[in-house]
């Protein structure tokens, strides 16, 4: 894992420093709050529906035990005893005190932490795949990349003041599982086929919210040494060319929407020429010492298969579930990628408590090379494990209420706070998320159904990726009432696609029936093998749709 | 000049306090937690001075996005806003009963 340089260091102190003096001249009246709010915003704290909330980063999901035991220490101290993982890989605290955030950011410094860009209209947080480094289906680890662009965009003087927000996700993988064409900016690690050279696919202009838009392909190959200078050409552009008259039409999906991907790819391409020299080039000594902290781990030699494994398995049901849906095949012999669900039935999607971190760091750092991940998709991964642990570590997770066997399930439902929390939400998340959690909660159905999501959120800026679920519920207001819309057919992968409306709002209540009717659909007429996405392509929205009216009927 | 819109009647102030975050809802010449306790103005010049003392307070550094709340007189003199998303504030979240007001005052 990277750490901090004496630059990193003194950067990130700097600006703990630098923000209590701007909380200071708050609570002094030297600031108002219209001067103080996009401050404070930069620093991750936000003002939501209860208490402030602050949002730490954790670039491109990775953390090690000691920042997870630091996560709990801050939870049990300055807020509640829990935090909540989010769909951008970060953690966010519900009660923090603005008298406290000073002293917060501090004992984040302590363990290279901190909560810069992860919020305003700047580049934020970048995202990487959960299994970098260790998918068995990786080109390239993707990490140092996504570690050279975290140091480039952080307080990059002229991207500090974009016109909307700025979202960067990388891959090197052939599954994206970074949801690439959800992004201002994607970047995916490919080979050129005539020169057999490494370098960079980039994608532009994709985005969820109230106006989804697929990303595009921008560059096709970009030589790798050029990745700064690009992507410098292609901030600038969007900086200048953006518009800034409206915050809804602010987003570079706009821009690209509005001149086009050749208008855009041109501009982009002149700019890039004015930029284009050696000297700004990736200085490839510094990203070989960026590069070097992400080594693969002293891995043993193992066989393929543990017998130790297979026999715990054959003796305990629960840890045969579990090893079928929370394992991730490993690109080194012996060892998985274990994916810890924090979607136990009737519990709020990603939250963990304070207790719940420690363990996951006891365990990161006892079986995992001192490593966890944050998923996008509000779960943590243990990337570095011997098959041979996993009946230990089930045993442990099962004990703590972290063993439920659903990754890729039904009830691994992705889901934004909402309205129990949010100040922008028009609807609440959570509760929707647990009653249909708790419906589909029999795990024969749930293995019945196979590799199902649906993603939910409480207002139409997306934040639960409603757009790109198999199923994704919208939360609305409809007269005076929390009313919730259906999608049906989105995809975050490689066939990638924006879901279709099934049809009106629905109460809180008739969400679960009405996903019932439409699951039923796709049991009664699947063919052998046949996904539920699969099913949908091929079926076409018709029957879902007509499934779907039953219940909308009896409410309209 | 035209009128300022503002909620129908009767109606509450509710804010954030600057330091802490919580929600704090105005009484006479000043702030509380507890929302039993927030004063109902039910005409409009009292609801002209909730909403001036939000102006002040904001200036004067005790709060955060002070603004009217409309609301019904329930059982006990309970204030319980209109819409379910000042409900929601006024309790905490619904998924965790004992967070927010709701656990705070017993309610």
């Excluded at chain 1, 050279?197 to 994608?203: E, H, K, R, T």
């Excluded at chain 1, 987003?251 to 001149?259: A, Q, W």
């Excluded at chain 1, 080039?281 to 030699?301: G, H, K, L, N, T």
């Excluded at chain 2, 804010?15 to 039993?36: F, Q, S």
């Amino acid at each position: 894992m990277y750490r901090y340089d004496e630059f990193d260091e003194r950067l990130v102190r700097e600006r703990v420093a630098q923000f209590a003096s701007q909380v200071e001249r708050r609570l002094s009246g030297a600031l108002t709050e219209e001067e103080f709010r996009p401050l404070r915003l930069k620093n991750g704290l936000y003002l939501q529906l209860h208490a402030y909330m602050l949002r730490i980063a954790v670039p491109y999901g990775t953390l090690h035990a000691r920042q997870l035991r630091q996560l709990a220490h801050i939870a049990d101290v300055y807020d509640r005893g829990y935090g909540h993982f989010t769909t951008r890989q970060n953690l966010q605290f519900n009660w923090p005190k603005l008298k406290d955030v000073p002293a917060i950011l501090g004992l984040l410094a302590d363990v290279e932490m901190h909560c810069i860009q992860t919020s305003g209209n700047c580049i934020r947080n970048v995202t990487a795949d959960h299994f970098s480094g260790v998918a068995h289906d990786e080109f390239e680890d993707p990490r140092p990349i996504a570690e050279l662009l975290r140091q480039w965009s952080s307080l990059h003087p002229e991207f500090e003041w974009l016109g909307r927000k700025f979202k960067i996700a990388v891959t090197g993988a052939t599954q994206d599982r970074a949801v690439l064409k959800s992004h201002d900016v994607g970047v995916r690690i490919v080979r050129d086929p005539a020169t057999q050279q490494v370098g960079y696919q980039i994608l532009i202009g994709g985005g969820l919210g109230r106006t989804p838009m697929v990303g595009k392909v921008l560059r096709e190959f970009l030589p790798r040494e050029k990745l700064l200078s690009y992507l410098e050409a292609v901030l600038r552009v969007y900086n200048l060319e953006g518009r800034r008259d409206n915050k809804y039409k602010a987003r570079i999906k706009i821009l690209v929407h509005e001149i086009g991907i050749d208008a855009i790819r041109a501009k982009v391409e002149e700019e890039f020429a004015a930029i284009d020299s050696p000297r700004n080039d990736v200085d490839p000594q510094e990203f070989a010492r960026i590069a070097a902290f992400f080594a693969p781990p002293a891995y043993e030699s193992l066989p393929d298969v543990s017998r130790k494994l297979e026999q715990a398995q054959a003796a305990d049901a629960e840890l045969a579930r579990f090893v079928e849906h929370n394992l991730f095949r490993h690109k080194q012999r012996g060892y998985t990628a274990l994916t810890i669900s924090l979607k136990p039935i009737g519990q709020a999607p990603g939250d963990a408590t304070s207790h719940q971190m420690r363990v996951i760091a006891d365990l990161a750092e006892k079986y995992s090379f001192d490593e966890a991940r944050v998923t996008h998709m509000q779960n943590i991964v243990l990337p570095h494990v011997r098959l041979d642990d996993v009946p230990e570590i089930f045993a442990v997770l099962r004990a703590e209420g972290l063993g439920t066997p659903n990754v890729g399930l039904v009830t691994d439902i992705l889901a934004c706070p909402g309205l129990d929390y949010c100040a922008l939400a028009t609807a609440r998340s959570i509760p929707v998320a647990q009653a249909l959690a708790e419906h589909f909660a029999d795990p024969a159905k749930q293995k019945e159904i196979g590799d199902f999501s649906i993603k939910i959120s409480g207002c139409i800026n997306a934040c639960g990726h409603h757009h790109i679920g198999n199923i994704g519920i919208l939360g609305l207001e409809k007269k005076g009432a929390e009313s919730y819309q259906i999608t049906i057919g989105g995809d975050p992968g490689e066939n990638y696609a924006l879901g279709e409306l099934l049809g009106p709002g629905l109460p809180a209540e008739l969400v679960p029936e009405a996903i019932d009717r439409v699951v039923a659909v796709y049991l009664s007429q699947r063919e052998p093998g046949e996904s539920f996405i699969e099913a949908y392509r091929r079926l076409g929205l018709a029957p879902f749709k007509a499934a779907f009216k039953e219940i909308a009927d009896a409410v309209a | 000049m035209a009128a300022v819109k503002r909620p129908p009647l009767p109606v509450i102030l509710v804010a954030n306090d600057l330091l802490e975050g919580d929600v704090v809802y105005a009484v006479a010449g000043g702030w509380t937690r507890d929302p039993r306790q927030a004063l109902v103005a039910g005409d409009e010049a009292a609801a002209q001075a909730l909403e001036a003392f939000g102006a002040t307070e904001l200036r004067q550094c005790k709060v955060v996005d002070p603004y009217l709340v409309d609301v019904q007189v329930g059982e006990g003199g309970l204030p319980v806003p209109r819409h379910y998303r000042e409900v929601l504030r006024m309790h905490g979240p619904s998924v965790r009963r004992d967070l927010g007001k709701q656990a705070d005052f017993d309610y």
